[in-house]
């Protein structure tokens, strides 16, 4: 077994695809060694109780927000699809509205200001596509079929023995 600590693994960050929702929401972060285990991490947790149909997880380091210094990094030669995710009230979740073309994170904020309007600093987060492991739609059954055999219960379900039936 090896002696590394999740905290030694860099953070990734999960959206989900509801089961009957129309957009990506972030549902949270997590600790992992690589996408791959962040992917298999995110499925355990949120395909549990079925409640959804894709993920996709990015490193947290390869989101910009707005309102931030900006990461220093290259522009690049030609424009790269960015995704917008966008948190239209404070407590709420953060919901992908847009995918779109620019040289750099900076600018793709920018023009998610001219096209939304502005927001307060932290609620705008552009991510570059290449950043993000998705699931694959072939790997559904994989992901969602192990749940299906376990289903979830309320602890209602579950009789209590006479002698503790006053809790």
């Not at 355990?44 to 210094?69: C, H, I, K, T």
């Not at 073309?101 to 309007?117: D, I, N, T, V």
């Not at 307060?120 to 998705?134: D, I, K, R």
């Amino acid at each position: 077994m090896s002696d590394r600590s999740s905290a030694g693994w860099p953070r990734f960050e999960v959206f989900v695809l509801g089961r009957h929702a129309l957009q990506y929401k972030h549902s949270s972060s997590l600790h992992a060694s690589d996408a791959r285990h962040a992917l298999l991490l995110a499925r355990d947790v949120y395909f549990r109780r079925q409640e959804g149909v894709s993920l996709w997880v990015a490193l947290s380091n390869s989101l910009q927000e707005n309102g931030m210094p900006a990461v220093v990094v290259r522009e690049a030669a030609e424009p790269q699809q960015f995704e917008l995710f966008i948190q239209f009230k404070p407590g709420l979740d953060h919901l992908h509205v847009a995918s779109l073309l620019a040289e750099s994170a900076p600018q793709a904020l920018a023009q998610a200001e001219s096209a939304f309007g502005a927001f307060p600093p932290g609620a705008v987060w552009a991510l570059p596509s290449t950043a993000l492991s998705c699931s694959e739609p072939e790997q559904r059954r994989l992901f969602i079929e192990p749940m299906a055999s376990k289903p979830y219960r309320l602890p209602t379900f579950f009789q209590l023995p006479e002698a503790v039936n006053h809790m």
